[in-house]
């Protein structure tokens, strides 16, 4: 009997996310909900590699992968934001249609989603 891979080797790894993260970073910039929190980072190309260094070290270490995440808490990094439930729901809706164009299966969009509707009290409104 066979294992059942974690939700990182599902992702398709580190390389999996890394792809992940550009395009969910891509669609923030374009969500009309969102885009004025991300394209002033985009416009920073040092800081936004940053950014996306630590989201995917946070995703690696969530679904199970070798990385050790050094970044803030999700309450430390989004503290004073004041993110509201329909920009914290448009980001959501981003990574899933991320996953659905990626064509991840149906149970790891769900273990995704999961895991990103567990750290919403720590972003929302904090």
Known sequence: MQATPSLFQRLGGTQGIAAIVDDIVVAHCENPIIRARFLPIAAQPERLAVIKQHTVSFFEM?????????????????????????????????????????????????????????????????
Do not use: F, W
Not at 96 to 109: S, Y
Not at 116 to 122: G, H, I, N, Q
């Open 62 to 126: 969530g679904s199970g992968g070798p990385a050790t995440y050094s970044g803030r808490s999700m309450r430390d990094a989004h503290k004073g934001m004041n993110v509201s439930g329909e920009e914290y729901l448009a980001a959501i809706d981003d990574i899933m249609n991320v996953l659905r164009k990626r064509q991840v299966d149906e149970q790891t969009q769900k273990d995704v989603l999961a895991i990103a509707y567990s750290l919403k009290d720590d972003i929302v409104r904090v």
